[in-house]
């Protein structure tokens, strides 16, 4: 049972460079999301799906840029990293629906020098 | 719009002895309240849910957690602390629409032998 794949774990970037973080899952699932997760401060939303071809923001979205061309996949873009960006990275899908159980990824840790 | 307070960043328990983890939360609709807990170096997994049937609800690993609408609060208990419950805890409230999560700034639960 695969679930929610991240790739990559871990990532250190330099200030101005881009990047892709993967999110793919093999649920079916209509819903994935991605949230950044800093200390003391839970996790924030940064942009959501409800389909393929469909997203929206969410609480943090600057500087990120998302895409869903598939149901299965819902990669986050950083256009240009910033040191603010440094942060733990989650994806999570569900099923659509107000209540439904999120499942999330094991995470990205990434840093921005 | 919704927000989550979780009070205390960090517990400590001893082993055999009751958690108790405090959340409250504010919504401008009838809420739906989540626990997650995250293992070390892990993503989050659902503890328990309340989406409008019974107050009181039990979860996995022994968690149960109290829904108080004149209090606004969704606490969560365990009668008797485990080793393996050392994680961090996370209280959440689901948005009007959709599957989008506000969390709480998460409680980090340290067991004691």
């Known amino acids: 049972n695969a679930g929610v794949t991240q790739t990559p774990k871990f990532q250190v970037l330099k200030t101005g460079q881009s990047m892709t973080l993967q999110c793919a899952q093999d649920?079916?699932?209509?819903?994935m999301s991605w949230y950044r997760q800093d200390p003391g401060m839970g996790l924030r939303l940064i942009h959501y799906?409800?389909?393929?071809?469909?997203?929206d923001q969410g609480e943090v979205p600057n500087g990120y840029n998302v895409s869903r061309s598939t149901t299965e996949d819902f990669p986050l873009r950083l256009l240009s990293a910033a040191p603010s960006q440094t942060s733990v990275y989650f994806c999570?899908?569900?099923?659509?629906?107000?209540?439904?159980?999120?499942?999330f990824g094991s995470g990205t840790q990434l840093s921005v020098l | 719009a919704q927000s989550v307070t979780q009070l205390g960043s960090h517990v400590s328990v001893s082993e055999g002895a009751l958690v108790l983890l405090r959340c409250n939360y504010s919504?401008?609709?009838?809420?739906?309240l989540f626990w997650y807990v995250q293992y070390p170096n892990q993503g989050l997994q659902l503890l328990l849910k309340y989406t409008s049937a019974a107050t009181l609800v039990k979860g996995i690993n022994g968690f149960e957690a109290e829904f108080k609408k004149s209090e606004t609060s969704f606490h969560l208990t365990k009668p008797s602390a485990h080793m393996s419950d050392a994680a961090e805890y996370f209280c959440?409230?689901?948005?009007?629409?959709?599957?989008?999560?506000?969390f709480g700034g998460g409680t980090r639960v340290l067991v004691k032998p």
């Open positions: 649920m079916n699932h209509e819903y």
């Open positions: 799906s409800v389909g393929a071809g469909i997203t």
């Open positions: 999570a899908s569900s099923t659509r629906g107000r209540g439904e159980k999120l499942f």
């Open positions: 919504s401008s609709v009838p809420p739906y």
């Open positions: 959440a409230v689901s948005q009007a629409a959709g599957n989008k999560l506000t």
